[in-house]
Every structure is written in structure tokens, then in C-alpha cells.
């Protein structure tokens, strides 16, 4: 069966900070990969996605994600953090299969000091 | 503007009485699912549709039900509401489940409480 592990449900760093937000996941078939962010009230947007073409994988609002087969992870960075970063971010992996689900890790809350 | 739209987005209601979410995509794609997110669980499935007229069952699928009569519409059922439906339910859509590289899209969510 396939699942995501996200590390870390509360993520706080300062503004100008490098943010790094872990995901491994597990998966019996090439795996494609998805890191969506949800601010406040607001549904999920999809920040960037590994479909197996380049390991790194660049999204947006300067966010970017390494796809490491050995590590099974799919970590997403970014250099510098903005007040405007803060929100919930899920990393989510598709199911094997013609189901169409995307199988979600529990979420992790990013919050930015000033 | 490509959306999904759904309908209410803050709904409180008591245990029994029925109502519906209703769910609109204006990007013609065949695959429409809903999610609910609770905390510290991330987004589970309930119901999926392939294409018009084909449903099929998630991961938590007790007490909900679907129908898919047209393609744009997917709309969510909650015959007798139960406390423990309390929750903040999604719907996404996308292209085509069958290429599973696809992003889904989804909604702004929609927070139901059940008293």
C-alpha cells in the first residue's frame, strides 16, 4: 500500500529563513508526487508536482522540491521565507491504479516570525 | 477562470436532517472525487467518479452518498447527518483518472458542522 509521512506538523521559522518541509513517502510502483499548499479558508493549490522527468522540480512562489528515489523522499524548500508563506502544506502521492487518488500526508503548518 | 465552485461553504445543521453539497467543475474533466480533511489526518477520499454515471467508493464512504448525471456536476449527500461528519470536505477534479501524473483541482472547501 501506498502512504506519505509528513515530519513535523508545526514548521516555525524567521522571515528570511530557509524553509524545509519534509515528505517521504512509500510506494510499490514509480511514484508521482505532489506538495499542494492551502492558506486560510481557502482550497488546496498545487505547488509543484514530480512526474518523473527532472528530480528537481521547481513550483511556485519560489518553492522547490528534490526527488530522492534512494531517501524516498520528496523534500520542499525554499531559500527564503516571506510572511506570506504561512499556511498549511500537504504532500500527497498518486495511488496505483486507474482510481485517481491522491493519498495525502497529515499536513504540516508553516509559520514565519518577523 | 477554470474552477471548481462548491455550495455552501459554512453549513451548520442538526443530526438527520439530509442535505447536499453541491459541486461544479467548468474545465470538462472527466474525473471528479471528494475529500474530507480532518486534523491531524490530512484528506481522506469518500466517493470518486471516473466519468458520468460511474462512482465508486473511497476510503471513508459510510453515510455518504453521489450521484455524477452530468459531467460538470458531482454533487455530495449526506442522508442523515451524524456529529461525526463534522468536517471540512473538498471536491477536486481532473483530466482523467487513468493518467495518474495529473493534478487535481480543487474547491474552496466546504465546512459542515453537525449538531
Known amino acids: 500500500a501506498q502512504s506519505v509521512t509528513q515530519l513535523g506538523s508545526h514548521v516555525s521559522v524567521s522571515e528570511g529563513a530557509l524553509v524545509l518541509l519534509r515528505c517521504n513517502y512509500s510506494?510499490?510502483?514509480?511514484?508521482?508526487l505532489f506538495w499542494y499548499v492551502q492558506y486560510p479558508n481557502q482550497g488546496l493549490q498545487l505547488l509543484l508536482k514530480y512526474t518523473s522527468a527532472a528530480t528537481l522540480v521547481k513550483g511556485i512562489n519560489g518553492f522547490e522540491a528534490e526527488f530522492k528515489k534512494s531517501e524516498t523522499s520528496f523534500h520542499l524548500t525554499k531559500p527564503s521565507a516571506h510572511m506570506s508563506d504561512a499556511a498549511e502544506y500537504f504532500c500527497?502521492?498518486?495511488?496505483?491504479?486507474?482510481?485517481?487518488?491522491?493519498?495525502f500526508g497529515q499536513g504540516t503548518t508553516l509559520q514565519v516570525k518577523p | 477562470e477554470a474552477q471548481v465552485t462548491q455550495n455552501p461553504r459554512y453549513l451548520i445543521t442538526v443530526t438527520g436532517k439530509k442535505l447536499t453539497v453541491t459541486c461544479s467543475q467548468n474545465m470538462n474533466h472527466e474525473y471528479m472525487s471528494w475529500y474530507r480533511q480532518d486534523p491531524g489526518l490530512g484528506l481522506r477520499q469518500i466517493y470518486y467518479?471516473?466519468?458520468?454515471?460511474?462512482?465508486d467508493k473511497g476510503d471513508v464512504p459510510e453515510g455518504y452518498k453521489v450521484s455524477r448525471k452530468e459531467k460538470r456536476n458531482f454533487p455530495l449527500i449526506l442522508e442523515s447527518p451524524s456529529p461525526n461528519q463534522t468536517s471540512l470536505y473538498f471536491c477536486a477534479s481532473s483530466l482523467s483518472a487513468t493518467t495518474r501524473r495529473q493534478p487535481q483541482h480543487f474547491g474552496d472547501g466546504t465546512r459542515l458542522s453537525i449538531l
Open positions: 500527497a502521492v498518486s495511488e496505483a491504479g486507474n482510481t485517481g487518488k491522491l493519498i
Open positions: 510506494s510499490s510502483v514509480p511514484p508521482y
Open positions: 467518479s471516473m466519468n458520468v454515471e460511474v462512482t
